[in-house]
């Protein structure tokens, strides 16, 4: 699925994200920077041991923010590390952190003045944040950023499994009801 926010598109597609082709990935990392499971492991082992040198070297990353490295091996030039949090139902840090981490991405990708960006559903693994609370969370926080002029042509969400896809594509569908900055485009 896909819509228009300016001129930017966003685009959501069930897949993996280590295979994009695009500009830089964002990797759902936690504070060490080290590797870990999930879309972590497989970004670290897709990008090959020379991703792990360089996140070794940057002294790890708070819960909220988010840092570039190098994409090796990946297709991808560059690796957008961002950590979201941990979940809790009622703590309003926990949406606070979620949105902190995507707007930190955009950020570093509107820094270095890049055209296409893919996310991960950040922090609904291991975290634990329902898909749903947070792909809302997600999508606002890029509709919201793209309010200013940018370098970003392309946002895409790819998303692990059907049944996060079809979040994803409800969320979109209804949020471009409702906000007149938001337009469906037709697939193709
Ligand atoms: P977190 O610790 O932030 O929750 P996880 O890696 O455990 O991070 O999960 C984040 C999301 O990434 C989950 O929805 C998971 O299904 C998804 N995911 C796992 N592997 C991949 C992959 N290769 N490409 C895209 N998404 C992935």
Do not use: W
């Not at 042509?153 to 998303?159: A, E, G, K, P, S």
Request: one cysteine or more.
């Amino acid at each position: 699925m896909k819509a228009q926010v300016g001129q930017t598109v966003l685009h959501c597609v069930e897949g993996d994200i280590t295979t994009q082709v695009v500009d830089a990935i964002v990797n759902a990392a936690n504070e060490t920077l080290l590797g870990g499971g999930g879309v972590d492991g497989a970004i670290h082992r897709a990008a090959g041991p020379e991703l792990l040198a360089e996140t070794r070297t940057l002294g790890g990353c708070r819960t909220g923010d988010a840092k570039l490295t190098q994409g090796y091996r990946l297709p991808a030039r560059y690796v957008i590390h961002a950590v979201g949090p941990v979940y809790r139902a009622n703590d309003p840090d926990v949406p606070r952190l979620l949105a902190s981490a995507y707007r930190r991405s955009l950020e570093l990708a509107q820094q270095h003045q890049l055209a296409s960006l893919a996310f991960p559903a950040i922090s609904t693994g291991v975290y634990g944040y329902p898909q749903a609370e947070a792909c809302e969370i997600a999508l606002r926080t890029v509709v919201d950023f793209l309010d200013q002029p940018t370098s970003l042509r392309l946002i895409r969400f790819v998303l692990f499994g059907a049944q996060a896809y079809a979040v994803y594509a409800q969320t979109l569908q209804r949020m471009a009801q409702a906000d007149s900055r938001l337009s469906l485009l037709t697939d193709d």
